[in-house]
């Protein structure tokens, strides 16, 4: 959620006039001032300086999309965005189903600077170029019958190491086998400590255990599914921290090693809805939509 900062809360770190990056309250029942879709926002968290060279529409695909990114890799899979450090474990192979969404994207690039090796990832065919230019290693067609076998075989060609993190950036329940299915078939079964993680739960044919990566984890948030289902995220500063370390480099990579690609801009309420419409029907492949404002 970009913008302009037209009367700052927060003297000597922002002026009125600048370009500022923020994040709605992630609620469904939160006071209209918080809304994300309105002339004025009264901002309370995550509150950054716009980089030069971040244009406003990438902008507002950035901090929702990152932050679940960060969360999913740095604190559901345990992986450190600080490759270089001298307490880092050695290079992890991770697996991103999923890589064209707008998290797989972001966390392929994250996966890069946090050193994982090889950076494995599913995708539409004619998203492969796209994704290897962002750093993935391999990319394959999830439709392919034989997906599972192919991913065995490139981690084989790379690494002896197991594969023990897996991203589902997606959860694609049908046609099946679902996504779920797919990506614990990737895990050798006899691998202990393996990690998996969606931003959304798992298919119920899930045999293995997942958690659910979140964008926000500086306060409490529950949301109720239409099933009834209320997913409930406990605030927790470390997992936050972690978070805020990889939106900072980011920030400030942007442009060279980290970008929001294939943004598309729609006008109006109605266009906006069928964007919306068009993503959650896994219509946008590999691309992003954001509302011009006003609207």
Same mark, same amino acid.
């Given at each position: 959620m970009p913008g302009w900062d037209s009367a700052t809360q927060w003297p000597g770190q922002f002026?009125?006039?600048? @370009?500022?990056?923020?994040?709605? +309250?992630?609620?469904?029942d939160?006071?209209?001032?918080? #809304?994300?879709?309105?002339? *004025? =926002?009264? +901002? @309370?968290?995550?509150?950054? =300086? *716009?980089?030069? +060279?971040?244009?406003?529409e990438e902008a507002a695909c950035f901090m929702v999309v990152t932050h679940t990114a960060a969360d999913a890799l740095?604190?559901?899979? =345990?992986?450190?965005?600080?490759?270089?450090?001298?307490?880092?474990?050695?290079?992890?192979? !991770?697996? *991103?189903?999923?890589?064209?969404?707008?998290?797989?994207?972001?966390?392929?690039?994250?996966? *890069?600077? %946090?050193?994982?090796?090889?950076? !494995?990832?599913?995708?539409?065919? @004619?998203?492969?170029? +796209?994704? @290897?230019?962002?750093? %993935?290693?391999?990319?394959?067609?999830y439709a392919d019958l034989d997906v599972v076998s192919k991913i065995g075989a490139a981690l084989a060609k790379y690494t002896s190491r197991p594969l023990a993190r897996v991203l589902d950036a997606v959860v694609a329940r049908n046609p099946p086998p679902s996504s779920t299915t797919l990506c614990e078939a990737c895990v050798d079964p006899t691998t202990e400590n393996a990690l998996f993680t969606s931003p959304v739960p798992a298919t119920k044919e899930a045999t293995r255990p997942w958690t659910r990566t979140f964008a926000c984890r500086n306060v409490a948030v529950?949301?109720? !599914?239409?099933? #009834?289902?209320? !997913?409930?995220h406990a605030p927790d500063q470390q997992m936050q921290d972690r978070i805020d370390h990889a939106i900072r480099w980011a920030i400030a990579a942007y442009g060279t090693e980290y970008r929001m690609p294939n943004v598309a801009v729609v006008q109006g309420g109605e266009a906006g809805i069928r964007a919306m419409r068009d993503a959650v029907a896994g219509k946008a492949s590999m691309q992003k939509f954001v509302i011009q404002h006003p609207i």
């Open positions: 002026n009125a006039g600048d @370009r500022v990056i923020g994040f709605a +309250a992630p609620a469904l939160k006071p209209k001032q918080y #809304g994300a879709h309105q002339d *004025v =926002h009264c +901002a @309370r968290h995550f509150v950054y =300086h *716009v980089p030069a +060279a971040m244009p406003m740095f604190n559901q899979l =345990h992986l450190s965005l600080d490759a270089s450090g001298n307490d880092n474990p050695a290079p992890q192979p !991770l697996l *991103v189903w999923g890589g064209a969404s707008a998290v797989g994207t972001a966390a392929i690039q994250l996966a *890069v600077k %946090a050193g994982c090796t090889p950076i !494995l990832t599913t995708a539409s065919s @004619r998203n492969n170029a +796209a994704l @290897r230019q962002l750093g %993935a290693t391999e990319c394959f067609d529950d949301f109720t !599914l239409p099933d #009834g289902t209320v !997913l409930r």
